[in-house]
């Protein structure tokens, strides 16, 4: 049926598409995605060939409006190069001019760097913020830790191998002692979560230079058992500070 479809592909082991997610790029009329040979080879694995839109948040509103018209008569899913669209990925424009549009809109949910290395890392999870990559500059990075860093949940930022010492050692600095795991290569060949203290990864590392893309997660703070209210006031507190 004609509509936006925003369609999870795998982080990395193929065997991760859902049989939804294949159903759907098998069948749907055209693929908007962010780069095409990413998706080229997704679509050959999965014996698809459909025209491949190329679409990211840059694009214009006059592209999302042609877009957005042909989802009045065509099936279109919604790719990312990994895992889930919109996160931290192309799609939150699209999906809101499509949904104001009265486009039909459908989620097949899949697979997502952030719930994977937080599942894998062991640490609480009954809260957690995801707050995408921490930003490249020191003094951001720093104060954005300071920020999340009273928030009772496990925070989870996506993260770069060359930027990963950097950020150990900010984390070390703002949030001394705190627990902090390591999500490398989720779902490849090198899957590996390394947890402990910032100083202790950071040692590693500097012995063993990561390579691959990397989940950081920190643990909440030790004495986290504030009620639901503070949890609330802190994180909008939080939020305030991440406005661009
Ligand atoms: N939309 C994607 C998702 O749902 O996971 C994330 C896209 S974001 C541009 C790319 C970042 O996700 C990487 O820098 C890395 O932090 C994380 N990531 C993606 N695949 C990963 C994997 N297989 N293992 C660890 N982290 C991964």
New binding site residues.
């Given amino acids: 049926a004609p509509g936006l479809y925003i369609v999870?592909t795998p982080?990395?082991n193929l065997g991760d598409i859902t049989l939804r997610a294949a159903d759907t790029l098998r069948a749907c009329d055209a693929v908007a995605c962010e780069d095409t040979r990413v998706t080229g080879k997704l679509m050959k694995h999965l014996g698809a060939s459909k025209p491949l839109w190329r679409y990211d948040d840059h694009a214009s509103a006059q592209d999302r409006a042609r877009l957005i018209g042909a989802m009045r008569t065509q099936a279109v899913a919604l790719v990312?190069d990994?895992?889930?669209?919109l996160?931290?990925?192309p799609g939150f424009r699209l999906v809101r001019e499509a949904r104001a549009a009265g486009v039909p809109v459908v989620t097949l949910p899949g697979?997502?760097?952030?719930v994977?290395?937080l599942t894998l890392s062991g640490l609480p999870n009954d809260r957690f913020l995801f707050a995408g990559f921490l930003p490249a500059k020191e003094k951001a990075r720093a104060d954005m830790l300071a920020a999340l860093g009273d928030i009772p949940a496990t925070l989870i930022f996506?993260?770069?191998a060359p930027r990963l010492a950097k950020s150990l050692a900010a984390i070390s600095a703002v949030l001394p002692g705190r627990e902090v795991a390591v999500?490398?290569?989720?779902?490849?060949l090198h899957e590996e979560c390394r947890t402990g203290a910032p100083d202790a990864l950071l040692a590693h590392y500097a012995a063993h230079p990561p390579r691959?893309?990397?989940?950081l997660l920190i643990a909440p703070p030790a004495e986290a058992a504030p009620d639901a209210g503070d949890a609330e006031a802190q994180l909008a507190a939080a939020l305030e500070t991440m406005k661009p």
């Fill in positions: 999870a982080i990395g990312s990994a895992g889930t669209p996160v931290s990925d697979p997502c760097a952030a994977a290395g996506y993260e770069t999500a490398r290569e989720l779902t490849k691959g893309e990397i989940v």
